[in-house]
């Protein structure tokens, strides 16, 4: 899969402070390419450099096979970009909003296939004052879609929705993904990073600690998995550790807990000597490694926001 972004030490500091620290990065042609970390890693200072919104202090991106330092106007008419606080002019209805953004880009647009496009047709005719949250946040999409973008990017898109409005975003993200476009996303919201992204930076402290799809940084993270269950009658731990792939075993107030390198090898022989020695298991759970516990094997600590 060709490049479309190619970032190589990129370095953005203000004084003594370093915002981004010296990182480097691809993102494939048709990929949704996330950026997920706290408030303050540096995400945001990130996108504003590759859109070319703030001057990089050092290093480089290439867009496109565009140099975004050197060709940034160029840059600018092949991304489309949601900031995290839009500001529209309050006098327009969306329609006017829409074709008013799309003129700046010297294009003619049918606006009101685009409003479909983000589900906001009957909100036509409506003042951006009138909308909530998450149709806000839909209409500066299509805002940053006015110009037909090779790449669009949505700088912590779903901030501040609730939970419905959130699951609509991501299936329009994700239709914006369908449609050919690539897309680049920042978020500090783990279920969201790992819904919506093909492959996901982990980003602290103004540095990439980890870079790969879901599943593979699971598996770099070496964080095993965790079987817990209910006995009829009591287990000693060391009996459970026994067991293939087994790394430890804790009892505690009659339910056990099993951490496994590989639990598709441990539950058949659990199953087994449980049958064996005539014991029932009972509400037992399989908790597989999140995103979460691969961020704190990453950062050493918690996703903070």
Known sequence: MPNIIEVQNLTKQYGSFTAVDDISFTVYEGETFGILGPN???????????????????????????????????????????????????????????????????????????????QLTDKAKSRVK?????????????????????????????????PQARRNLWELITEI?????????????????????????????????????????????????????????????????????VDRAVAEHGRYQIISSDPQTTLPVLFKAAHDNNLKLTDLQLRQPTLEDVFLKFTGHELRE
Not at 65 to 72: F, K, N, P
Not at 130 to 150: C, F, H, M, T, Y
Not at 197 to 212: F, G, H
Request: aromatic share 4%.
């Open 177 to 245: 993904k369908t449609s050919g476009k690539t897309v680049v996303i920042t978020t500090h919201y783990m279920d969201e990073a790992q819904v919506l992204c093909d492959r996901i930076a982990i980003m602290d402290n103004a540095k990439i600690s980890a870079l790969d799809t879901t599943i593979n940084l699971i598996k770099q993270s070496g964080v095993s998995s965790s079987i817990e269950f209910k006995s009829s009658r009591d287990i000693e731990p060391w009996q459970l550790e026994k067991l293939p792939a």
């Open 40 to 118: 303050g890693a540096g995400k945001t200072t990130t996108l504003e450099m590759l859109e070319g919104l703030k001057p990089i202090t050092s290093g480089q991106a290439i867009l496109a096979g565009l140099d975004v330092s050197e060709e940034t106007r160029m840059v600018k008419s092949l991304i489309g970009v949601q900031l995290q606080a839009s500001s529209f002019f309050d006098g327009l209805n969306l329609k006017e909003l829409v074709e008013t953004f799309a003129s700046l880009y010297g294009r003619n647009v049918n606006a009101m296939s685009l409003l479909d496009k983000v």
């Open 130 to 162: 009138e909308l909530s949250g998450g149709q806000k946040q839909r209409l500066s999409i299509a805002v940053a879609l006015v110009n037909d973008p090779k790449v669009i990017f949505l700088d912590e898109p779903t901030t501040g929705l609730d």
